[in-house]
């Protein structure tokens, strides 16, 4: 199924814009048999199947990872957790289902390249410190997004957003435990741990996006309360709650123009270096051609399970009509 022409064309009736407009500025909910602009809804789409994709895409770094985790019980909350990633992403595309998009058109802009997914999955996962500081500052950053889209002006977004929030918690405990631990641990543990850190840190401060003024579509989503604050204000609050949490273990940032700044109650922090962020989102980054390789086998892989169940999907049709 394409993309559902909008009511209103390629020009909006200015009276229905100005009606929906109403609506968002109340606080209302927008939800999928209401009128939209098109603009709102093709935003929302390419926001939400992004997201739907990084949260598939995100399981590959941390997969890697379940046959050498260090104990039965990592190994089951780190299943778990994967498992949970893959939920999303299937919650995700329902809702995006719900703009008149389907999951096969949305999964094959992810297969050919053109949709995007978050930049922090192209990098690589090299010790198990890795996975803790996924859960810690991935999954952390992950939540300050979250909870805000939880107040999105599109309904079926902002549920998935509160139920998806729940289990990010759980996330977020146990990379922090696995962080905390090697943190207290012997002197290699506690060095495997601040490297990778120093490896995380800059990709988890890019996740937040390009900085406002660079957001070519910031302000039109916050103007429809799809977004409710600048990737600025999220990635502060984000350094603002994560700095504390390696203090109390004793870790430090590879940032040395990190320091708090009394008048804003801020952690005011360095210059990110945006050019790695553009080269990784084009597709330069050190895992993006592995990433789409192992979706294209998975989804090539999968293709017989489809078949089978079409077929049997059909021949389940074909005997109810008999029936009848
Ligand atoms: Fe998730
Ligand atoms: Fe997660």
């Not at 509160?162 to 990379?175: D, L, S, V």
Request: aromatic share 10%; glycine share 6%.
């Amino acid at each position: 199924m394409e993309q559902k022409p909008s009511k209103a064309a390629a020009t909006d009736d200015p009276a229905l814009v100005a009606a929906f407009e109403a609506r968002i500025a109340a606080g209302e909910s927008i939800e999928p048999k209401d009128w939209m602009p098109d603009r709102y809804r093709r935003q929302l789409t390419r926001m939400m199947s992004q997201h739907a994709h990084s949260e598939i895409v995100g399981m590959l770094p941390e997969g890697n990872w379940i046959t050498r985790a260090p104990s039965l019980r990592r190994k089951m909350c780190l299943i778990a957790k994967v498992q949970d990633e893959a939920g999303h992403g299937l919650y995700i595309y329902c809702g995006t289902e719900t703009l008149g998009t389907d999951r096969q058109t949305l999964v094959e802009q992810l297969l050919d390249g053109t949709a995007k997914y978050s930049s922090i999955f192209n990098y690589p996962t090299l010790t198990w410190a890795d996975i803790g500081c996924i859960g810690w500052l991935v999954d952390g950053a992950a939540i300050v997004n979250q909870t805000v889209l939880a107040k999105a002006s599109y309904g079926p977004y902002a549920r998935a957003m509160i139920r998806i929030c729940k289990e990010e918690n759980f996330h977020k405990r146990q990379g922090y435990e696995i962080v905390a631990t090697l943190a207290t641990g012997t002197p290699a543990q506690k060095a495997m741990v601040q490297d990778a850190l120093n490896r995380w840190w800059w990709p988890s401060l890019m996740m937040f996006g390009p900085s406002d003024k660079d957001s070519p579509n910031s302000a039109e989503l916050l103007k429809w309360r799809v977004k409710r604050k600048t990737n600025d204000e999220l990635r502060q609050r984000f350094v603002n709650l994560t700095v504390p949490q390696a203090q109390a273990v004793g870790l430090t940032f590879p940032d040395p123009d990190l320091k708090y700044d009394e008048a804003s109650e801020d952690w005011k922090f360095g210059a990110i270096d945006w050019d790695e962020f553009f080269e990784v989102i084009k597709g330069n980054g050190p895992c993006n051609q592995d990433r789409i390789a192992a979706r294209r086998k998975a989804h090539d892989e999968g293709q017989w399970v489809r078949e089978a169940s079409a077929a049997y999907a059909e021949k389940n049709a074909a005997r109810s009509t008999e029936a009848a």
